[in-house]
């Protein structure tokens, strides 16, 4: 059989982020940079997952999904700010405005908005080195359950300010191993993911090592 091609990285011009997108992403805000935030789901699944599986499987995941080799650009700043009372209301909303939000917080223009952008100079291998992880756990079954517990509340509490989304990729892989399981803590910024497309994701990932191991199995 042939070896198979090399699959590149999927190309996509760059758009600007939308509503929801950029409530999850870090947009500078007046007086202090924003914080981006996390989404983070795991997996578990019985026996381990060898290396070369998880990479193959990491592979087709970055070679199919075009936000996993994305980075973030713009400072997503407004030309300016006015207050809530100073934008026209009609009745007696426009009286009370003034004193609900007395602060300048409307913004007003967007001459650098927040946007996706492929990464610079990136392969799927490079994106794969950035974003994967695994690490062996000793101690069986309880001591596995204890690892991704205490990886998934990291990364829920600070898994997105370790993205860097100037330069992507804006996701993280942990993989965890023992003998009796793999656990597998995926951590986005939640700008590019949400439930439904993350369990998708993680499906067909979790396919792909299946599917590895399988073909490695076959070649013994």
């Not at 929801?20 to 381990?48: I, K, S, W, Y």
């Not at 994305?70 to 700010?81: E, H, K, L, M, Y």
């Not at 001459?111 to 101690?139: C, K, N, Y």
Request: aromatic residues 4%; glycine residues 8%; proline residues 8%.
């Amino acid at each position: 059989a042939r070896p198979r091609r090399p699959r590149a990285l999927p190309t996509f011009p760059e758009r600007a982020l939308g509503s929801m997108e950029n409530l999850f992403a870090p947009r500078a805000m007046e007086g202090h940079e924003g914080q981006a935030t996390a989404h983070v789901l795991a997996a578990v699944v019985d026996g381990a997952i060898p290396d070369e599986a998880l990479r193959a499987a990491a592979l087709d995941a970055v070679t199919s999904q075009p936000l996993l080799s994305a980075r973030i650009v713009g400072t997503g700043r407004p030309a300016s700010r006015t207050r809530i009372g100073d934008v026209t209301a009609p009745g007696i909303l426009g009286n009370v405005l003034p004193f609900l939000a007395p602060e300048d917080m409307v913004r007003v223009g967007d001459p650098d908005p927040l946007r996706f952008a492929p990464m610079e100079g990136a392969t799927p291998q490079s994106v794969v080195d950035a974003a994967l992880r695994a690490r062996d756990v000793s101690g069986g079954a309880d001591a596995l359950d204890a690892a991704w517990k205490r990886q998934f509340r990291e990364d829920l509490d600070s898994g997105a300010a370790l993205l860097d989304a100037s330069s992507g990729p804006l996701w993280r892989l942990t993989a965890l191993r023992a003998p009796q399981g793999t656990a597998l803590v995926w951590c986005f910024n939640h700008a590019i993911s949400d439930q439904t497309s993350a369990s998708a994701l993680v499906d067909r990932f979790l396919r792909a090592a299946a599917e590895r191991m399988a073909a490695g199995e076959e070649g013994e």
